[in-house]
């Protein structure tokens, strides 16, 4: 189904990005929403399209030459308090490159995400168009793009799977050791992990959590010689969390 642009979000990254970024890259930054957005220009790739003529050519050949990563412009009501247009701002006035987001609202369905763009380039600007006196107040940020663009588009959003159970690695398996949770393999794209530490205490095969152990690594107390440990990982992502894969336990011996 077509969408409109209403409900379009514009995002930027405070902290400069002077290297290509792919996906997992721009998903792992912080970004700032720019409010009071107006008008976004026109953004994506453009090549140039060269060509060439023998004295025998009966048709112009052509072929792609250098590409334009764009140079779209972001209109703004003016909000001098706005976190997302201060960070524009600050941008502006540094020779640094910045990751931007666009977020369209077209999620298909309430269990999908929505349409994603990423890019990352120069911030100009504020221009300020001015006007008439019912006019708002608006500044205009070129930005100066210098990767291609990555688009992401609606993913459905399904609760993670495990597909490989967790691992317990560590140096020793005696009291005072580091273990290690290992989360193994999951699909659903999990954003997050939480961890949950067990022990067998009375030897019988029936595991209990171990009060505080909900990190990814785990300390050994003293007095567990002899008992045997695992670890329950739960995998989160946007549509939820997943129920807990509990790796193989490790039996601890002796200081």
Request: overall charge negative; hydrophobic content about 35%.
């Amino acid at each position: 189904m077509a969408r409109t642009n209403k409900d379009r979000k514009v995002y930027i990254c405070a902290t400069p990005q002077p290297i290509d970024l792919n996906q997992a890259a721009y998903e792992a930054l912080t970004w700032i929403e720019v409010s009071n957005v107006g008008a976004v220009g026109e953004a994506g790739t453009n090549t140039n399209i060269v060509s060439y003529d023998e004295l025998s050519t009966d048709v112009t050949q052509k072929g792609k030459g250098i590409a334009n990563a764009g140079d779209p412009t972001i209109e703004c009501a003016r909000n001098p308090t706005d976190p997302g247009q201060l960070a524009l701002r600050a941008a502006a006035k540094t020779n640094f490159n910045y990751a931007v987001k666009f977020e369209d609202k077209d999620a298909p369905t309430a269990n999908h995400t929505n349409s994603v763009y990423y890019n990352r380039g120069l911030v100009t600007g504020p221009t300020r168009p001015n006007g008439r006196n019912e006019d708002f107040i608006l500044e205009v940020f070129t930005l100066a793009l210098n990767q291609r663009e990555i688009v992401v588009d609606p993913q459905s959003l399904v609760v993670p799977t495990n597909a490989a159970l967790p691992s317990i690695t560590g140096a020793s398996l005696a009291q005072g050791a580091i273990l290690t949770a290992q989360e193994g393999i999951w699909t659903g794209n999990p954003t997050s992990f939480t961890y949950q530490w067990q022990a067998d205490t009375s030897g019988n095969g029936t595991f209990t959590n171990i009060g505080g152990a909900t990190s990814k690594p785990h300390a050994l107390a003293a007095g567990q010689s002899g008992d045997a440990v695992r670890v329950g990982v739960v995998a989160v992502n946007p549509a939820g969390a997943s129920s807990v894969a509990y790796s193989l336990p490790v039996g601890l011996v002796g200081a």
